[in-house]
T-cell receptor, first 116, second 109 residues
Framework: GAVVSQHPSRVICKSGTSVKIECRSL??????MFWYRQFPKQSLMLMAT?????????EQGVEKDKFLINHASLTLSTLTVTSAHPEDSSFYIC????????????FGEGSRLTVL | GQNIDQPTEMTATEGAIVQINCTYQ??????LFWYQQHAGEAPTFLSY??LDGLEEKGRFSSFLSRSKGYSYLLLKELQMKDSASYLC??????????WGAGTKLIIKP
């Protein structure tokens, strides 16, 4: 199946710093990628939809100036958490959608962010 | 509003069969997914149904009834490694995925 690689898998940073998470589709082109956040014991929450070559579409309640998304190529989307705070500590997961009728999603391995 | 309902937690015995139900109410329907998620890991794709009926894939099967807004995931010959959360998700008319909260499946020896 298609492979999505996410990096880094774990990151610890100090409050106030910025962290970049990369999401790459390794063997297919993804015009659309999705960024999710998952807090402990809760379901995945869609943060934003990233379309190659255009601005991301953010879900209600997600600060676009805080969570910067760049989808510069058909195989790479990045999420930058700017001026991170402890409440931003979470599991961030990206997924990429295969073109075609099924719209099957493939997920990255996830990135666990801990902000001290 | 859009809503996906599935049980919060289920318990089953190793070697047995378990059925996890999912009911949905969404604005449009372009398919239903089941994903498996182990603690601390990303979800992995299990199945996709867009037409009514049963799709079988090894020990796992998924059923869909669009008229009833209902799906189930059937797991046979349960193994300890099947202990995980199982997420039901529906693609709505805008091709956005609407996620259920997940069903935590506990397998006992």
């Amino acid at each position: 199946g298609a492979v999505v690689s996410q990096h880094p898998s774990r990151v610890i940073c100090k409050s106030g710093t910025s962290v970049k998470i990369e999401c790459r589709s390794l063997d297919f082109q993804a015009t659309t990628m999705f960024w999710y956040r998952q807090f402990p014991k809760q379901s995945l929450m869609l943060m934003a939809t990233s379309n190659e070559g255009s601005k991301a579409t953010y879900e209600q309640g997600v600060e676009k100036d805080k969570f910067l998304i760049n989808h510069a190529s058909l195989t790479l989307s990045t999420l930058t958490v700017t001026s991170a705070h402890p409440e931003d500590s979470s599991f961030y997961i990206c997924s990429a959608r295969l073109a075609g009728e099924s719209g099957e999603l493939f997920f990255g391995e996830g990135s666990r962010l801990t902000v001290l | 509003g859009q809503n996906i309902d599935q049980p919060t937690e289920m318990t089953a015995t190793e070697g047995a069969i378990v059925q996890i139900n999912c009911t949905y109410q969404t604005s449009g329907f372009n398919g239903l997914f089941w994903y498996q998620q182990h603690a601390g890991e990303a979800p992995t794709f299990l199945s996709y149904n867009v037409l009514d009926g049963l799709e079988e894939k090894g020990r796992f099967s998924s059923f869909l009834s669009r008229s009833k807004g209902y799906s189930y995931l059937l797991l046979k010959e349960l193994q300890m490694k099947d202990s995980a959360s199982y997420l039901c998700a529906v693609l709505d008319s805008n091709y956005q995925l609407i996620w259920g909260a997940g069903t935590k499946l506990i397998i006992k020896p």
